[in-house]
């Protein structure tokens, strides 16, 4: 069974619900954002990305919004469904030509959809 | 038709013991990397390689290697394991110029 992770920020919801995920970054150097999400006993999954010069990008039930002025970093997920459940992490990316994708990953909320 | 896989799922072993796990990927994609995934879920970068370098996280003991025989393979490997290795290993690849990283399923590592 998962007896890790059960300290992480958790995020309760209603089925059918919209969720927001927040999330501060460090770098505002950082080339992307980008969320993934995991489900329990699987790797990491892309969600949707962000360049850094945009505000918001839409992607289906996902909204990601970008606020530079405070370095933060949003997930909307639009009518919650039970498969949401997971662990979503946020990530900078930087793209270096040596090294490919250099990820840093945020710690992490759990998202628990509740029928 | 996986595009990520790690062997194994699960590794059981004493400490002291040297261990590898092996990861491939049938995507065609020209950089793999290792991420480790702590007790408190925090995931961190350990390696990145592409057939041009390979590049090191200063914080990642030299106990640990990665090596890879063709781009579609990159193993790695642990040497004196100690009970602070234990954790779920990723493997991940992308494609150059593309920011999404897949990964696999992980190998949860348990030094006993």
């Known amino acids: 069974g998962e007896s890790v992770g059960l300290h992480l920020p958790t995020l309760s919801v209603q089925e059918g619900d919209n969720s927001i995920i927040n999330c501060a970054y460090s770098?505002?150097?950082?080339?992307?954002f980008i969320w993934y999400k995991q489900e329990s006993g699987k790797g990491p999954q892309f969600i949707i990305d962000i360049r850094s010069n945009m505000d918001k990008r839409q992607g289906q039930r996902v909204t990601v919004l970008l606020n530079k002025t405070v370095k933060h970093l949003s997930l909307q997920i639009a009518a919650t469904q039970p498969g949401d459940s997971a662990v979503y992490f946020c990530?900078?990316?930087?793209?270096?030509?040596?090294?490919?994708?250099?990820?840093?990953f945020g710690g992490g909320t759990r998202v628990l959809v509740k029928p | 038709d996986t595009a990520v896989s790690q062997t194994p799922k699960y590794l059981v072993t004493q400490m002291g013991n040297d261990k590898s796990i092996k990861c491939e990927q049938n995507?065609?994609?020209?950089?793999m990397y290792w991420y480790k995934q702590d007790s408190k879920k925090f995931l961190k970068i350990m390696f990145s390689y592409n057939n041009k370098e390979l590049i090191i996280n200063e914080t990642v003991p030299n106990r640990f290697s990665p090596k890879s025989p063709d781009k579609a393979h990159l193993n790695l490997h642990i040497n004196s394991l100690e009970l602070g290795d234990s954790a779920v290993y990723f493997c991940a690849s992308s494609r150059m110029g593309n920011t999404e990283a897949f990964f696999g399923q992980g190998t949860r590592l348990t030094v006993v």
């Open positions: 770098n505002s150097a950082s080339d992307y």
């Open positions: 995507l065609g994609h020209d950089t």
């Open positions: 990530a900078e990316n930087n793209w270096e030509e040596a090294a490919g994708n250099k990820l840093t």
